[in-house]
């Protein structure tokens, strides 16, 4: 039986993770922050399922002592970090929050990490570090130039650090460039979240410029099975991989797309474009898919009505 740790476990993409890891007979602990970001009743209300199957620890990454008492209470073969704090726009208010979290916190793990010897360490990136891409489909080759957030630029120093473990202590690492996840228990912050519980209760949209912004959409069972191939893989000892649905959806299809799923009508309330926000996000996932033999099964015709259903059963 493998030990795995999981950082970030209670959240969104985390929670999904640790599931599927413990069906598949691993050991996981879990460490989580449970901060306030978004209600953190929500994260644990996501650890409930396997609260006694799994070891939560609940502690701060950014807490050096912290991670290193708990890499000394366990070996771990590989260390999945998911944890960080996310989002463009927040990093852009409270940068430094980021920097300590994301670069400082990842620091931390790698260290720990390399003192006790641990082979496998898969980093959770975003398809933030592309920024201002001109080229469509993203792929993992193009050229970093742009990154245009405080959020964006921790991933990117992440996958350096990942990059700088594996050349000088040998760790094998796996960096995962995220595009745009979602699914049930997606954070209460995102965009399908949001607009389904909007556009539910009959209350404004907002929606950020003309509509015609693009974003590479994800189901989250598509994300995780790409994040357990990263955690088996054996090829280069490090490496990067986009992880996407490998389709772009605008933002006015994806409100028309979360209007159909509810059988309602949104009420929209025209914004302008916000600082940090990227024209398009698109993942070319050839390599992951010749590599990790990751596939998206499901298009976002089939998972925003998944979504839903996952809402509205939620709310009885």
């Given at each position: 039986?493998?030990?795995?740790?999981?950082?970030?476990?209670a959240?969104?993409?985390?929670?999904?993770?640790?599931?599927?890891?413990?069906?598949?007979?691993?050991?996981?602990?879990?460490?989580?922050?449970?901060?306030?970001?978004?209600d953190?009743?929500?994260?644990?209300?996501?650890?409930?399922?396997?609260?006694?199957?799994?070891?939560?620890?609940?502690?701060?990454?950014?807490?050096?002592?912290?991670?290193?008492?708990?890499?000394?209470?366990?070996?771990?073969?590989?260390?999945?970090?998911?944890?960080?704090?996310?989002?463009v726009?927040?990093?852009?208010?409270?940068?430094?929050?980021y920097?300590?979290t994301?670069?400082?916190?990842?620091?931390?793990?790698?260290?720990?990490?390399?003192?006790?010897?641990?082979?496998?360490?898969?980093?959770?990136?975003?398809?933030?570090?592309?920024?201002?891409?001109?080229?469509?489909?993203?792929?993992?080759?193009d050229?970093?130039?742009?990154?245009?957030?405080?959020?964006?630029?921790?991933?990117?120093?992440?996958?350096?650090?990942?990059?700088?473990?594996?050349?000088?202590?040998?760790?094998?690492?796996?960096?995962?460039?995220?595009?745009?996840?979602?699914?049930?228990?997606?954070?209460?912050?995102?965009?399908?979240?949001?607009?389904?519980?909007?556009?539910?209760?009959?209350?404004?949209?907002?929606?950020?410029?003309?509509?015609?912004?693009?974003?590479?959409?994800?189901?989250?069972?598509?994300?995780?099975?790409?994040?357990?191939?990263?955690?088996?893989?054996?090829?280069?000892?490090?490496?990067?991989?986009?992880?996407?649905?490998?389709?772009?959806?605008?933002?006015?299809g994806?409100?028309?797309?979360?209007?159909?799923?509810?059988?309602?009508?949104?009420?929209?309330?025209?914004?302008?474009?916000?600082?940090?926000?990227?024209?398009?996000?698109?993942?070319?996932?050839?390599?992951?898919?010749?590599?990790?033999?990751?596939?998206?099964?499901?298009p976002?015709?089939?998972?925003?009505?998944?979504?839903?259903?996952?809402?509205?059963?939620?709310?009885?």
């Amino acid at each position: 039986m493998i030990n795995v740790l999981v950082t970030g476990g209670a959240g969104f993409i985390g929670s999904h993770t640790v599931e599927r890891l413990l069906a598949q007979g691993a050991n996981v602990t879990v460490l989580d922050e449970f901060n306030d970001y978004y209600d953190p009743a929500i994260k644990r209300a996501n650890v409930a399922p396997f609260q006694h199957h799994a070891r939560i620890v609940e502690g701060d990454l950014r807490d050096r002592a912290t991670v290193d008492r708990l890499f000394a209470e366990g070996t771990f073969d590989t260390v999945i970090h998911l944890a960080a704090r996310a989002g463009v726009r927040p990093s852009i208010e409270d940068p430094a929050l980021y920097l300590a979290t994301n670069i400082n916190g990842t620091f931390h793990l790698l260290e720990a990490a390399k003192a006790t010897g641990v082979p496998r360490f898969v980093f959770a990136s975003s398809s933030s570090v592309y920024g201002i891409n001109k080229k469509v489909p993203f792929a993992e080759t193009d050229r970093i130039e742009q990154t245009i957030s405080p959020y964006a630029m921790t991933k990117m120093a992440g996958e350096q650090m990942c990059s700088n473990y594996t050349n000088l202590y040998g760790i094998r690492s796996v960096c995962l460039r995220f595009f745009t996840v979602y699914g049930p228990r997606q954070r209460p912050d995102l965009a399908i979240s949001k607009f389904t519980r909007l556009i539910d209760l009959g209350l404004p949209v907002p929606r950020y410029g003309d509509g015609s912004t693009a974003r590479d959409y994800t189901f989250i069972e598509d994300i995780v099975d790409g994040i357990l191939a990263a955690a088996r893989y054996q090829g280069d000892l490090f490496d990067i991989f986009n992880l996407g649905g490998s389709q772009t959806t605008t933002l006015a299809g994806l409100i028309a797309a979360v209007e159909t799923a509810l059988g309602k009508t949104a009420l929209i309330q025209d914004l302008p474009l916000q600082p940090g926000d990227v024209p398009i996000t698109y993942a070319d996932v050839a390599k992951a898919q010749r590599l990790l033999g990751y596939t998206p099964h499901t298009p976002i015709q089939e998972g925003i009505p998944k979504y839903v259903q996952w809402y509205q059963q939620r709310q009885k």
